[in-house]
């Protein structure tokens, strides 16, 4: 009978614990995966930004390299220089060059697309396709005169090949980033900020 009355005085404990269990579980989160917009992002944004048209199924159909769909798309009269509706705001140009499709980015030149159009962060198309170290695009679009030099929030599309060199995380071969470090540094490309990557 000794350990009923202990039991008796300490059966607060499993009390609290379960208190404690179900604050936790019922305390509100933030939504999973929901990071709120950095303050500056406004601040880098291009001067039109928010003005920009808007069509997230030409920045798809460019993301496949989808020329079909791109066609249509523009033939309706939706505008090459249309970016998605998300926070980071890619323009049709530089999802045609995240996906390394060359025609898809030609079809954008001949219908009028900026090819220095730049997203949220400032980054343009040369630095996407530096960072997954597509050199076929990276040589197109220098030759075409995009930006060599454009601050994607500190970063630019020499400082993202370098990184890439000394941290691998594509799927590209090294010698790619090695051919595009030559070309932009050939391009005139700046290296990236410290600590911007």
Not at 28 to 57: C, L, Y
Not at 82 to 107: H, N, R, Y
Not at 158 to 173: C, D, F, M, N, W
Request: one cysteine or more.
């Amino acid at each position: 009978m000794a350990w009923l009355k202990r039991l008796k005085k300490i059966w607060w404990v499993p009390g609290c614990l379960l208190f404690l269990e179900l604050v936790y579980y019922f305390w509100p989160r933030p939504i999973q995966g929901h990071i709120p917009p950095h303050p500056h992002v406004a601040a880098r944004r291009t001067p039109n930004f928010d003005k920009r048209p808007k069509s997230n199924a030409l920045v798809d159909a460019a993301g496949r390299g989808d020329i079909l769909r791109m066609k249509r798309l523009l033939d309706s009269g939706v505008s090459p220089d249309a970016g998605s509706t998300g926070d980071e705001g890619i323009s049709a140009m530089t999802a045609a060059a995240d996906s390394g499709s060359v025609p898809a980015i030609q079809l954008l030149m001949e219908r009028g697309a900026d090819i220095n159009d730049e997203d949220a962060w400032g980054g343009n198309a040369l630095t996407d396709a530096s960072l997954s170290g597509d050199v076929t695009v990276v040589k197109f679009l220098i030759d075409h005169g995009c930006d060599p030099n454009a601050n994607d929030d500190g970063a630019t599309a020499l400082g993202y090949a370098e990184h890439q060199l000394v941290y691998p995380e594509t799927k590209a071969p090294r010698e790619n980033y090695e051919a595009i470090v030559r070309m932009l540094k050939e391009a005139g490309g700046r290296q990236t900020s410290p600590g911007a990557l």
